[in-house]
């Protein structure tokens, strides 16, 4: 799967889950942005997850490990600041935006192993 074609199904799950969950969400206290915000970060953190996978994909092993390992430190620093300024700088409620960024997150996972699984996986019934 290209990554435009990841980036448009991440940004509909996003806009599906958000669609539906909306008017359910609490809306005193940034409750809804909170949970948003934690969709965005999530949905960011992946493209670029999967980005990095298929730019080093065709490259050597050790050049293929150094990126998606770096990236990896890359994001959990860029998400960390993130997290830090939407909960001072925005003032963005702490649980809600952990509990979405958290869930999506996991979604996300599970959707990019099964990608790359069904990419670079045996075929069914190979030796």
């Known amino acids: 799967m290209s ?6 199904l991440v940004m509909a799950a ?15 206290a940034g409750v809804r942005w ?7 970060l999530a949905a960011l953190n992946t493209i670029l997850a999967y980005f990095l996978v298929l730019w080093s994909a ?11 390992l770096g ?3 890359g994001r959990m620093a860029l998400m960390l600041g993130a997290v830090v ?3 001072l700088g925005l003032g963005l409620p702490k649980v809600p935006l952990a509990i979405s ?6 979604l996300f996972l599970v959707v990019e192993l099964t990608i790359l699984h069904r990419r ?8």
């Open 58 to 68: 065709p490259r050597s092993t050790n050049f293929f490990l150094g990126a998606v």
């Open 71 to 73: 990236g990896m430190v």
């Open 101 to 106: 960024l958290l869930a999506f997150f996991v």
């Open 3 to 8: 990554l435009g074609r990841y980036a448009l």
């Open 14 to 28: 996003v806009a599906a889950i958000l669609g539906a969950s909306w008017p359910a969400l609490p809306a005193e």
């Open 34 to 40: 909170a949970v948003a915000g934690g969709a965005a």
């Open 120 to 127: 670079t996986g045996t075929p069914a019934g190979a030796p």
């Open 85 to 87: 300024a939407a909960v």
